[in-house]
């Protein structure tokens, strides 16, 4: 079953606005990774968390984890017209090498 | 130093046929995965392979599919007497397998169209 659901589905916002995206998860996990997709093309890691962190960055991407809550969050600041894209959050659960994918959300960034 | 290498990009098969997608794993990558997306959806796991091994095929469709990932060349995803729902992108992904988490790195996908 899926492990991880996104929201927003759908965001839309202007250039230079910040964009924050949520998944939530099911089971316990080794770390949680970020990916971005451009239509019609593969994906693109952005960055990836261990259940140990809380919040890491990576020049304007900023992630927290909570795995009290099971959740995470992707945040992109500034975001540019270039930024437009799905993010897709996927999960490591323990004792597994098999990565499971959120719904995603598609991003679009009017200039 | 290449990254994950998936040929064909686009394929176009009619119904019945053969579909093979082949993927070269990043360089010291020992384990490969096949994920399918269907329009405008997520990625859904398929199978996970080291050399000569089938570690977890719980995604794989129990008819018409297979993979393999030999001692050598591609590991290869296998659809045969393909039909119109097999249309989708199929991408694979390659690790280190060492059991620390590491990254996993996708490849740019094959688009299978089924005529």
């Known amino acids: 079953s899926q492990q991880g659901e996104e929201d927003p589905q759908a965001l839309s916002i202007q250039e230079g606005e910040n964009a924050t995206m949520n998944c939530s998860y099911k089971t316990s996990i080794n770390n949680l990774q970020w990916y971005r997709q451009n239509s019609g093309r593969g994906l693109v890691h952005l960055i990836l968390?261990?259940?140990?962190?809380r919040e890491k960055h990576s020049g304007r991407l900023r992630v927290t984890l909570d795995t009290s809550k099971k959740s995470s969050s992707l945040l992109i600041t500034a975001s540019r017209a270039a930024d437009t894209a799905s993010y897709f959050c996927a999960t490591l659960p323990y004792n597994t090498d098999k990565l499971i994918f959120g719904t995603g959300t598609r991003l679009q960034v009017f200039p | 130093n290449a990254g994950v290498m998936q040929n064909p990009r686009h394929l176009v098969r009619r119904r019945g046929q053969e579909a093979r997608l082949r993927c070269s794993p990043m360089k010291g990558h020992s384990h490969v995965y096949w994920y399918r997306q269907l329009p405008e959806e997520g990625l859904k796991f398929m199978v996970y392979?080291?050399?000569?091994?089938?570690?977890?095929e719980s995604g794989m469709p129990k008819e018409r599919f297979s993979a393999e990932f030999p001692k050598e060349g591609p590991s290869i995803l296998r659809i045969q007497q393909v039909v119109r729902g097999d249309s989708a992108a199929y991408f694979c992904?390659?690790?280190?397998?060492?059991?620390?988490?590491?990254?996993?790195?996708f490849g740019e996908g094959s688009w299978l169209t089924v005529v």
């Open positions: 968390i261990r259940s140990n962190e």
């Open positions: 992904a390659s690790s280190l397998g060492d059991g620390s988490g590491n990254t996993i790195y």
């Open positions: 392979l080291q050399k000569e091994n089938i570690i977890d």
